[in-house]
């Protein structure tokens, strides 16, 4: 019980600590800002620390934070490896070409009435395929290495990002577009000075949506065959060991990994589209 009390005057001190910062000028700052997260996420972990203990739950159900950490620092080349064959191999691969893929059939449907049409269905009708059922099938097309992992981000990617896309190449308006034309710009020339920079930021949006379907989808693959090494793997074996402190840090792996992608887009999109007033401040 000492653990339980412990836990809650420290989540009613960070609390308080919290509301403070948020409601003050330092909120308007960099440090302001990661403050207010960084108190809820220190939080979380002293709770969940504290719970655990004090309650006595059984570490096959919930390990603690601390045994989960050491686990982590213990296992590094493992999970390093597993990150390896996941994300590198893996996740971006499949982001890299599904995306492209993706921005490149946009190009041709803002071409063809015909293929707006015929396309954007067939690409909604492959985006509403489950996972679960498509994974087993790629796995088994592709072989069990890093390229039928990317066949399925690949899958996952390609709609969302098309979506996007198509939309973000609608976004200018057709007095500009007109203009363009009293100027004789082809339809590249239009493209490129006027309709692609309109659309960047619908592109970055698919871009950013495009980043947690690539890492889910890896793993996911990963449960339907893998060799030894891969988070999706090493998930799905230590759940039959009843290891749940390395689920966990697997888990710990992909959650860092999936917010750093996120961040490193969202910031290539801050120096892309430094002029849309979502960037502004």
């Known amino acids: 019980m000492t653990a339980l009390l412990i836990a809650a005057l420290f989540w009613a001190a ?13 909120s308007a700052t960099l440090a302001g ?17 504290g719970v655990v203990r004090g309650l006595e739950v059984p570490a096959v159900i919930l390990p603690a934070p601390s045994t989960i950490g050491g686990t982590f620092a213990a296992s590094l ?6 990150f390896v064959q996941t994300f590198v191999k893996g996740a971006l691969s499949g982001y890299v070409i599904g995306c492209g893929a993706a921005f490149a059939t946009a190009i041709l449907i803002d ?23 498509t994974a087993p099938i790629l796995v088994m097309w592709f072989g069990f290495d890093w390229q039928s992992k990317a066949a399925v981000v690949v899958l996952m990617v390609f709609f969302p990002m098309l979506v996007n896309c198509v939309q973000g190449l609608q976004e200018s308006s057709a007095m500009q577009r007109d203009l363009m034309k009293t100027y004789s710009a082809s339809y590249w020339q239009t493209l490129l000075k006027l309709r692609l ?3 960047m930021p619908f592109v970055f949006n698919g871009l950013k949506i495009s980043t947690t379907l690539a890492l889910i989808g890896a793993i996911v693959a990963e449960f339907f065959g893998s060799p030894i090494k891969g988070m999706g793997f090493r998930i799905s074996t230590e759940v039959g060991r009843l290891g749940l402190d390395m689920v966990w840090a697997e888990i710990t792996v992909a959650a860092l990994a999936g917010s750093a ?15 849309h007033p979502s960037q502004r401040r």
């Open 111 to 133: 071409r063809s009435k015909f293929l707006q049409a015929g396309l954007m269905p067939v690409g909604n009708f492959l985006a509403a395929m489950p996972i679960i059922g």
């Open 33 to 49: 800002k990661l403050a207010v997260p960084a108190l809820l996420g220190v939080t979380i972990l002293v709770v969940w620390e």
């Open 77 to 82: 080349p493992i999970l390093w490896g597993d």
């Open 14 to 26: 960070a609390t308080w600590l919290a509301v403070r910062i948020a409601n003050s000028p330092a």
């Open 197 to 199: 920079p309109a659309a």
């Open 261 to 275: 992608f996120y961040g490193a887009v969202a910031l290539i999109e801050r120096g892309v589209t430094f002029w």
